[in-house]
């Protein structure tokens, strides 16, 4: 029993930067895994980053990498997702998620817990 509220999203223009923020309550201690999904409109749900509990493994969709950095602040039950360089293709439904174990990150069934999105629409 997990809830995750996610918080930080918004309008930018191209080129732009974004820090989205997620914060946990319930039985957070216990989650192995964190990370984010994405939703455009029209468009599947797809797996974004993920990051395990420590903060030493971290994993990105490929369209991502070099520009969105994920990180943890487990004092304050909190996953960030720093999101610089944005382009009108990033513009979508924000979502954060957690698991209890590891497995089958970029899959939806690979998680167990969802906040309910926040939006990040970039602007050409």
């Known amino acids: 029993q997990v809830q995750l509220v996610e918080s930080g999203g918004g309008l930018v223009q191209a080129g732009g930067s974004l820090r989205l923020a997620c914060s946990a309550s319930?039985?957070?201690?216990?989650?192995?895994?964190t990370g984010w999904f994405r939703q455009a409109p029209g468009k599947e749900r797809e797996f974004v980053a993920a990051?395990?509990?420590?903060?030493?493994?971290?994993d990105y969709v490929d369209s991502v990498k070099g520009r969105f950095t994920v990180s943890t602040d487990n004092a304050k039950n909190t996953v960030y997702l720093q999101m610089n360089s944005l382009k009108p293709e990033d513009t979508a439904v924000y979502y954060c998620?957690?698991?209890?174990?590891?497995?089958?990150?970029?899959?939806?069934?690979?998680?167990?817990?969802w906040g309910q999105g926040t939006q990040v629409t970039v602007s050409s």
């Open positions: 990051i395990t509990r420590s903060g030493d493994r971290k």
């Open positions: 319930g039985r957070t201690p216990s989650t192995y895994t």
């Open positions: 998620v957690a698991a209890w174990y590891r497995s089958q990150i970029t899959s939806i069934n690979g998680w167990e817990y």
